[in-house]
């Protein structure tokens, strides 16, 4: 079992930075594969950026790719994700999420990840 607590999100101006941070419990935090995804109001999730438990493998959605950056400490237990040149549209809810034996993998696959954390809000004004 783990228990994710997501943290940092707030208010930004477009053109801003931001860097959301993810909190995990349990002692097999390199096992799981982990990933950042948000939810938009009636929209479906949309898969932002995931790293392998290794935290060697990454892979990012091309609407964030070369904007957003995603980083894991696994002696912390956390995952981060530094996001920049931050849009109007990037408003939404944010999530981080844990998918077993991921030590090796990356997966973009919402369905895929077996926790998740409550979510923290991100808007970007214009």
């Known amino acids: 079992q783990v228990q994710l607590v997501e943290s940092g999100g707030g208010l930004v101006q477009a053109g801003g930075s931001l860097r959301l941070s993810c909190a995990a419990s349990g002692r097999t935090f390199s096992t799981y594969a982990m990933g950042w995804f948000r939810q938009a109001p009636g929209k479906e999730h949309e898969f932002l950026a995931a790293?392998?438990?290794?935290?060697?493998?990454?892979a990012y959605a091309n609407s964030v790719k070369g904007r957003f950056t995603i980083s894991r400490d696994n002696a912390k237990n956390t995952v981060s994700l530094q996001m920049g040149s931050l849009k109007s549209e990037d408003t939404a809810v944010y999530y981080c999420?844990?998918?077993?034996?991921?030590?090796?993998?990356?997966?973009?696959?919402?369905?895929?990840?077996?926790?998740w954390g409550q979510g923290t809000q991100v808007t970007v004004s214009s």
């Open positions: 790293i392998n438990g290794r935290g060697l493998s990454t």
């Open positions: 999420a844990a998918r077993s034996g991921g030590y090796y993998s990356v997966s973009s696959d919402y369905t895929a990840y077996d926790y």
